[in-house]
């Protein structure tokens, strides 16, 4: 019943052109389709339900189901710049309801809870709204090929403090939340009576990866120009202080030396404090204390360092996990212990040739592993075995805002990295946001999304002031 037939095995074309991305109703009611659930709706598994909704859920040749936690997909790398007030979230949200009806699959607001892999079973959490009301029960959705895609949480390594007094963003509730308590401080140091203290306009970054790094090259500008707009007994220069606290020797320890030099000359330009070889072993509601003693004043402390699987993966019935709770895949991207499975981005522990440690959790990689596991899917459909994926890196590039963009673009164009900096890095760090952009809407909804929020962006003002 679940397999293909061979009716629609012959109706798969060999290669399976892009569809235009006009409205449909939802894909066919079908129990004998092949049942395809993607749990994880971000920047690999949105693009892969809306791809595979596309070619297969449109034509009934398979039906897709995403479930998501979320009910809007925001792509993450876009989150420092929400923190820092430089980006409305609304007006890069895409909505999964409408997402679903538009490209042929299904979504199903829940939370993943457990599995049943004997059933074949995705066990989902009951979902409640603000008021604490139960908005969906608690309830299960059967797949055929199940593909785990649900990223990636903050490791605070065990530190107290963290979860209380620091904002870790990983979600755009974390990034606009912070957004709203460096507003706020700003507007209670230029209402109160007493003199601003030490450390009450102070930024503590903990973690200087490029998530870390390119916050603190954009709250340089964004709080200068928050204080811009009427906020007079604030002196940024006196008053401000955004620190980048990282435990390793240099910032940007996983890229080339190169980088992390140029992009700490640009820091060390616009004033922005760097403090490697630092190692937090606690943060409290005025600051961060280090190992070596020292107290950093800080009342604003955003942790940015490390990265781990969801809990929830740790004892998915018996599927094998690494120290990180990443799910182990073979270099198909299929689970070591259950055919059935899959997974990618970042909560997923991919092989990565000639290397000895796994695929990096990034974009990119997401980006990669869903265009493979589309053609995965289609491989199995028609009957044919699976072939394995081969992580591309294509280079990094940091972005400190408006100031400069830094980064080395990789060997498969140039034939061995390239330093990039300047106009052309950064029109390549905003072509990967419309890249995924594309892929999720389209050319035309795009470009449309592209001209609207040029024309907000000259009616309002640059920064979040609220
Ligand atoms: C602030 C920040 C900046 C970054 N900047 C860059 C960058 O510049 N370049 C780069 O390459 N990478 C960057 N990254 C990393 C990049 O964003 C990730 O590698 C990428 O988003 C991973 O994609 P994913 O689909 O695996 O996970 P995500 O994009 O995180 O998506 C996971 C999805 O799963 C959903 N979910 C989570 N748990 C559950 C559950 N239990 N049940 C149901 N749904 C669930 C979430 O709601 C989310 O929609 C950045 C990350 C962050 C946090």
């Known amino acids: 019943m679940n397999q293909i037939t061979e ?18 109703n939802a894909p066919p009611d079908d129990e004998a389709l092949r049942q395809i659930v993607v749990v994880g709706g971000g920047a690999a598994g ?4 809306t ?6 859920g449109r034509r009934g040749l398979a039906r897709i189901t995403l479930v998501d936690c979320a009910r809007t997909h925001l792509w993450k790398p876009m989150l420092h710049s929400v923190a820092a007030g430089s980006l409305d979230p609304g007006e890069y949200e895409v909505n999964y309801l409408a997402q679903a009806h538009w490209h042929g699959f299904r979504y199903r607001f829940g939370e993943l809870a457990g599995l049943d892999r004997t059933a074949k079973q995705v066990r989902l959490a009951a979902m409640f709204d603000d008021e604490g009301r139960q908005i969906t029960p608690p309830r299960s959705v059967r797949y055929d090929t199940l593909v785990i895609a649900i ?5 605070d390594f065990g530190t107290p403090g963290v979860a209380k007094h620091a904002v870790q963003l990983e979600t755009p509730a974390h990034a606009e939340r912070f957004n709203r308590l460096l507003v706020n401080a700003c507007i209670r140091a230029q209402t109160q009576e007493a003199p601003i203290r030490a450390g009450q306009l102070h930024v503590a970054i903990i973690g200087a990866g490029a998530t870390g790094t390119e916050l603190a090259g954009e709250l340089h500008r964004t709080t200068r ?7 007079d007994r604030i002196n940024p220069e006196r008053d401000i202080r955004i620190m ?18 140029a992009v700490q000359r640009l820091l060390g330009k616009l004033g922005v404090e760097v403090r490697s070889g630092a190692r937090v072993t606690k943060v409290a509601a005025d ?11 800080s009342e604003l402390v955003v942790w940015t360092a490390g990265v781990k699987a969801p809990e929830v993966l740790r004892d998915l019935d018996g599927l094998e996990v690494n120290r990180i709770n990443q799910l182990v895949v073979e270099a198909t991207l299929r689970t070591t212990r259950d055919p059935h499975i899959f997974a990618i981005g970042d909560c997923a522990a991919c092989p990565r040739q000639g290397q000895p440690s796994p695929v990096p959790p990034r974009a990119q990689a997401a980006h990669q592993e869903a265009a493979h596991m589309v053609q995965q899917i289609e491989r199995q459909l028609r009957g044919k075995p699976l072939v394995p994926y081969t992580y591309r890196d294509f280079g990094s590039l940091v972005s400190l805002g408006n100031y400069s963009t830094v980064g080395n673009l990789m060997g498969f164009l140039f034939g061995r990295g390239i330093f990039v900096e300047g106009l052309f890095a950064r029109l390549m760090y905003w072509s990967l946001r419309i890249m995924h952009e594309r892929t999720v809407n389209g050319v035309l909804r795009t470009a449309l999304g592209l001209l609207a929020r040029g024309l907000s962006r000259r009616t309002g003002p640059q920064v979040k002031l609220h």
Do not use: C
């Open 7 to 24: 009716r629609r095995r012959d109706r798969l074309p060999r290669d399976l052109p892009e569809v235009a991305a006009t409205p449909v």
């Open 46 to 49: 949105l693009e892969l339900a």
């Open 51 to 56: 791809r595979l909704g596309d070619r297969l």
């Open 151 to 155: 990223g990636s949480i903050t490791n």
């Open 225 to 231: 120009e928050v204080v811009a707009y009427g906020l």
């Open 244 to 261: 980048l606290v990282e435990a390793a020797d240099r910032i940007l320890p996983g890229l080339p030396k190169r980088i992390s030099e």
């Open 287 to 297: 600051g961060v204390q280090l190992a070596d003693g020292s107290f950093i004043p």
